[in-house]
């Protein structure tokens, strides 16, 4: 088991930044998949970043490329989603998820990802 546990949300204005962490416990592998979701009011929950631990490799929707990095501390433990020139638009929960897959993928679809944190709302105001 993996829990996960975000955090880093608030409120902020159009063009400011966030940062959220995602503290992982329990079950360790130097083999997964971290990764960002958001879901906006009304909406599907869309794949925003991911970052394979071992390797670093990382994945981005086409809607945060540019303006947001994921990143991983291995002593900490620990996956950040810094968020640059934030859009209204970007308003939504935040969730991360762990694919503990073996693989060299970033999965961007929400039923590869076997543990999920319980999320932290980002809210952008125009």
């Known amino acids: 088991q993996v829990q996960l546990a975000e955090s880093g949300g608030g409120l902020v204005q159009a063009g400011g930044s966030l940062r959220l962490s995602c503290a992982a416990s329990?079950?360790?592998?130097?083999?997964?998949?971290v990764a960002w979701f958001r879901q906006a009011p009304g909406k599907d929950r869309e794949f925003v970043a991911g970052i394979r631990w071992n390797s670093g490799r990382t994945e981005y929707a086409d809607s945060v490329k540019g303006r947001f990095t994921i990143s991983r501390d291995n002593a900490k433990n620990t996956v950040y989603l810094q968020m640059n020139s934030l859009k209204p638009e970007d308003t939504a929960v935040y969730y991360c998820?762990?694919?503990?897959?073996?693989?060299?993928?970033?999965?961007?679809?929400?039923?590869?990802?076997?543990?999920w944190g319980q999320g932290t709302q980002v809210t952008v105001s125009s």
């Open positions: 329990g079950r360790r592998s130097s083999n997964y998949a």
């Open positions: 998820a762990v694919d503990a897959a073996y693989g060299i993928m970033v999965h961007t679809t929400q039923a590869e990802y076997d543990y």
